[in-house]
């Protein structure tokens, strides 16, 4: 089935505005710049995965994988999940076209607002009122909501007995999925949700509100040009101001490359935390003035995966799928509760326990994760019996998220990103987390598993889901690499400066300049809608955001609206 993406071959060689990466930030570049007129040209390093075509069984999960290490690196280049494995923390990004949306649980939060009022951020975000209008912006586009079945799951009911100990009763927090269905703001007929639990694994029914199905789809309705396999490689400034961007086109049999040059006047990086500071260390190391401050304060968002195994009662939180492997069981989407532990006189110690889903296709591999000795269960009629009645029936998956200090620092290392954070394991977050997750898997009568990956290459390594920063936001350029607008500071202007390099923008997770205590992505999409709207300003361009008419399509039929 043709999707939004189209070949490399067919790719101009300038256009009006380069989006470099598909994720929320891009996507939003994609979507308002697009419906501003502009001719749009979006850039993805990994593949277009249309609805239906997620992997649902083990094998196909395995050749989603890329994992990348210090001088090691395994799996193709357009694998869904994409791991970082650091000496000091692991990361795990998603790759493909709309980036993370793809796998992510879709927790859509606004951060507490002792947040934005840290001196950190620059002051604008506080005072001109447009953080309020993306948020809104994104709200309308994402539609998050509760699931308003939550507390009859038995992963819910679960988190119910689990919080009492520690005398908190969870709330099914918002998410980015249609549990009623209907047609969305791109004109996407999403079907209702079927809680078959297999958001991580990517949403196979389209109720997941992705930013495939939502802005990408919105940009392609009005001209944008998206290609996948594209993987940006570093920026450079023309003496007329125009920007050159130099593209690796992966092959897709995963065989050699090419690189190609293309031209805009306006460069919007949405390549995610990783992706943009990593383009952005390579432009400096290519000539392109940027801030000293390039690649630092990056934050782990406080953010862990951690298990409990053996609990008392049943839990029912591994994927059903769809189809579903299993007639007759309700499990819910990847977060359907969450515990929420206020703190009013320290933000710091603020902290959510999110109760979580693993996909489907991971239920052969969980005896050889948590029982020692292990064997791969194959049969399906052993996995049903092992996964979704025996053991596994009864093993808990949380995500938790609050605040670290933002202490990371990202730095090129032969040419490739490499993150250093020697104290990060200290960060006193991750006591804190330990003690709560310890108490909340006591309560059920279970066991706590950290990191049931401690014994393989992972290590004892903190891991996290929630990169941010490393092209951090700020008043001057002494202080940060972008103004509160995503404009790159140009430091050939002096630390002190607030000059910017003309048409260089950043618009993802890159700019937050500390943790958010909640799920990002809400907070991504808000501060890149802002951004279009300060964009609109300054170039004097013209769009809205209302929800598109016309002929709904389906969400495994994108390519009818390229087609047409
Ligand atoms: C398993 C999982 C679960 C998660 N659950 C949640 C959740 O419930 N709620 C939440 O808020 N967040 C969640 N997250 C995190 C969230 O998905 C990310 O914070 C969010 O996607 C980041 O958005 P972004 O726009 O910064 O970049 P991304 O969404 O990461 O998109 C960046 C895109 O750029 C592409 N790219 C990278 N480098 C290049 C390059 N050089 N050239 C071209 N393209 C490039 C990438 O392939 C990617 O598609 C989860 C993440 C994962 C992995
Ligand atoms: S629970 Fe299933 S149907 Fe619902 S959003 Fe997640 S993957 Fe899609």
């Not at 790719?11 to 979507?31: E, N, P």
């Not at 990361?91 to 950190?120: I, K, Q, T």
């Not at 630092?296 to 298990?307: K, Q």
Request: overall charge neutral; aromatic content about 6%.
């Amino acid at each position: 089935m043709p999707g939004l993406s189209r070949s490399l071959d067919h790719v101009k060689d300038s256009y009006d505005v380069i989006v470099v990466g598909s994720g929320y930030g891009g996507g939003v570049a994609a979507s308002r710049l697009s419906r501003a007129g502009k001719r749009v040209c979006v850039l993805e390093r990994g593949r277009e995965v249309l609805t239906g075509e997620f992997p649902s069984r083990f094998p196909d999960l395995k050749n989603e994988l890329q994992v990348t290490g210090k001088r090691m690196r395994t799996g193709p280049s357009s694998a869904l999940y994409d791991v970082r494995l650091g000496e000091d923390m692991h990361v795990l990004v998603g790759c493909g076209l709309g980036g993370g949306s793809l796998v992510n649980a879709g927790v859509a939060l606004r951060p507490d607002a002792r947040v934005f009022a840290d001196g950190v951020w620059p002051g604008q975000i506080a005072q001109d009122g447009l953080l309020d209008e993306g948020f809104k912006r994104a709200e309308r586009w994402l539609k998050p909501q509760s699931d308003p079945r939550a507390a009859t799951l038995t992963k819910y009911q679960s988190l119910v007995t689990s919080g009492k100990g520690l005398g908190y009763a969870p709330i099914a927090p918002t998410i980015t999925v249609s549990f009623d269905g209907g047609v969305n703001a791109a004109g996407v007929d999403q079907p209702a949700c079927t809680r078959c639990g297999d958001c991580c694994g990517g949403c196979n029914v389209g109720a997941k509100t992705s930013v495939a199905l939502t802005y990408l789809t919105d940009a392609a309705r009005h001209g944008a040009e998206l290609f996948t396999h594209a993987a940006v490689r570093h920026l450079a400034k023309e003496k007329d101001g125009t920007w050159t961007v130099h593209v690796r086109r992966l092959a897709t049999n995963g065989a050699g490359s090419q690189d190609l040059v293309l031209r805009a006047p306006v460069v919007v990086l949405g390549a995610g935390t990783l992706g943009s500071t990593e383009i952005l260390l390579r432009s400096r190391a290519n000539g392109l003035a940027l801030s000293d401050r390039l690649g630092h304060r990056f934050s782990a968002n406080g953010d862990i995966i951690a298990f409990g195994y053996g609990a008392k009662i049943p839990v029912n939180a591994v994927g059903i799928g769809h189809p579903p492997k299993l007639e007759g069981v309700e499990i819910g989407a990847a977060v359907s509760g969450q515990i929420e532990i206020d703190d009013e006189h320290d933000l710091a110690n603020e902290l959510r326990v999110q109760e979580g889903v693993l996909p489907s296709a991971l239920a052969p591999v969980l005896p050889v994760l948590f029982i020692p000795n292990g064997r791969l269960l194959g049969a399906l009629k052993s996995l049903i019996a092992g996964v979704y009645k025996g053991p596994f029936a009864h093993l808990q998956t949380f995500f938790a998220v609050s605040h670290d200090n933002a202490t990371g620092r990202f730095v090129l290392e032969d040419d490739q990103l490499s993150l250093k954070w020697p104290t990060a394991k200290d960060e006193p977050v991750y006591r804190r987390l330990d003690e709560v997750l310890t108490s909340i898997v006591t309560e059920a009568g279970g066991s706590y598993v950290k990191n049931p990956l401690a014994g393989t290459v992972m290590g004892h390594q903190p891991a996290t889901a929630h990169p941010l920063g490393g092209a951090g936001m700020a008043a001057e350029c002494a202080d940060g690499v972008v103004n509160h607008k995503g404009q790159v500071f140009d430091a050939g202007a002096g630390r002190g400066s607030t000059a910017v390099h003309e048409g260089l923008y950043v618009a993802d997770g890159a700019v937050m300049p500390r943790s958010l205590g909640v799920n990002p992505l809400l907070t991504i999409t808000a501060l890149a809608e802002r951004a279009m709207l300060h964009m609109a300003q300054d170039y004097r361009l013209s769009f809205d955001d209302a929800a598109v008419g016309g002929t709904p399509v389906a969400p495994a039929n994108l390519g009818a609206i390229v087609a047409a």
